[in-house]
């Protein structure tokens, strides 16, 4: 194939030449045509050899296609030549570097590659960096790549023991709970993925693992309330009617703050404390593991939140006003469902005896307080005053998502 190459010639009449020898169109000669074409300038002139009998009715009917001029010159050997087109594709180069504002132009092209003009528009509405950015979102990412577990592989499913009824049932409804609030989690970041401009890919592959990782949570939450053949417990109207609000929330940074920071932060109390109190090795192990990811999520909703408030602090004041309108909402909402408060005392107390249930009572006190001194620091930590993070924390659902 060596003479199939181009070979520049003197500023007349054709920029370039090739040689096809007797590659047909099908076998792949449009390759080599495109790469010497792209060598040339708008309506330079490329001189086409070949031995393909068919070649010239091929040739001409590609040129068409692509928008190329061609003519056949008379004499021997046969001679081509293609004219780059005159109307070609205009190109445009996305930046390498992030900027403030995307181009909804861009469509789905990677940050940096020379993109087509006149592509499809796509309905991409958070275009700003503003609306989705975070700090730290290459080593966010880097760790949810290297924590990946997996239900099947990493659950010591075979070290189980057949707990008491009455500890089994309530490790069961906890599961439940769980369950229903890692729908919520998985559903809030997937709801906004395809609104993002891939321009910010690195946001949209941070909240794809933390989808992967939701769906994993409740896979194999389900997983440990069907251990034993007890199978699912009950879930309460006040649990659902609370994780709507959150599932239906249309701003991204708003339901960033009320999933990440308040629910998923309030969870990393209740993981710890199921960690600490769960009755056998396996819920022990899945709180642990659950805790690492949400860790994470807590980290990616806090850094987001971050690069928001730096630029516009009186951000600040819609969200306290989102929190407060959920409470509104949730006002019918007494407290945490009965199911669930019960299943943690019962668990925590290791039982339902009266002073297992005395113990189990005092420890899901103090899990709440530890749920709100915690809520309260993290608030503090995106500069909220000390009197603003105690009121919105009691403000924050009752039912901890
Ligand atoms: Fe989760
Ligand atoms: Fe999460």
């Not at 109307?87 to 940096?112: C, H, K």
């Amino acid at each position: 194939m060596s003479r199939a190459a181009v070979k520049p010639v003197p500023d007349s009449t054709p920029k370039g030449s090739l040689d096809l020898e007797d590659l047909s169109l099908s076998e792949g000669a449009p390759v080599l045509l495109r790469r010497a074409l792209s060598r040339l300038a708008q309506d330079d002139w490329l001189e086409v050899r070949g031995d393909s009998s068919i070649l010239e009715e091929n040739l001409r009917t590609w040129c068409r296609t692509q928008g190329l001029g061609y003519e056949r010159r008379a004499g021997a050997p046969v001679l081509h030549r293609i004219q780059k087109g005159s109307n070609p594709a205009v190109v445009v180069n996305s930046p390498n570097d992030i900027v403030e504002v995307a181009d909804p132009a861009w469509g789905l092209a990677p940050r940096g590659a020379s993109i087509e003009t006149g592509g499809p528009h796509f309905a991409f509405t958070l275009r700003r960096k503003r609306d989705v950015w975070a700090n730290e979102l290459h080593n966010l990412y880097k760790q949810a790549a290297a924590n990946q577990w997996s239900a099947a592989r990493d659950i010591p499913w075979n070290e189980l023991p057949r707990l008491p009824v009455d500890l089994e049932e309530a490790v069961c409804q906890i599961m439940t709970f769980l369950t229903e609030n890692e729908f919520a989690a998985l559903y809030v970041p997937a709801r906004f993925i395809p609104r993002i401009h891939p321009h910010y890919r690195e946001v949209v592959e941070v909240l794809a693992m933390q989808v992967a990782d939701e769906a994993r949570h409740a896979e194999a939450f389900t997983r440990r309330a069907q251990a034993m053949g007890f199978g699912l417990g009950r879930t309460a109207t006040t649990g659902q009617l609370s994780l709507q609000t959150l599932v239906e929330e249309p701003d991204f940074t708003t339901a960033v703050f009320l999933l990440c920071v308040m629910g998923e932060g309030t969870f990393l109390s209740l993981l710890r404390f199921l960690q600490e109190h769960a009755p056998d090795p396996v819920t022990s192990e899945l709180a642990r593991l659950a805790h690492r990811d949400e860790a994470r999520h807590v980290a990616f909703g806090t850094e987001h939140l971050r690069y928001v408030l730096q630029t516009e602090p009186e951000k600040r004041s819609s969200l306290a006003a989102a929190v407060e309108r959920r409470s509104q909402i949730l006002a019918s909402v007494s407290g945490l469902s009965p199911y669930v408060h019960d299943a943690l005392v019962v668990l925590a107390g290791g039982g339902v005896s009266i002073p297992q249930i005395r113990t189990g009572t005092r420890l899901v006190l103090e899990l709440h307080r530890e749920m709100h001194r915690s809520r309260q620091e993290r608030l503090q930590s995106l500069g909220f005053s000390g009197e603003q993070a105690s009121e919105l924390s009691n403000y924050h659902t009752k039912n901890f998502m």
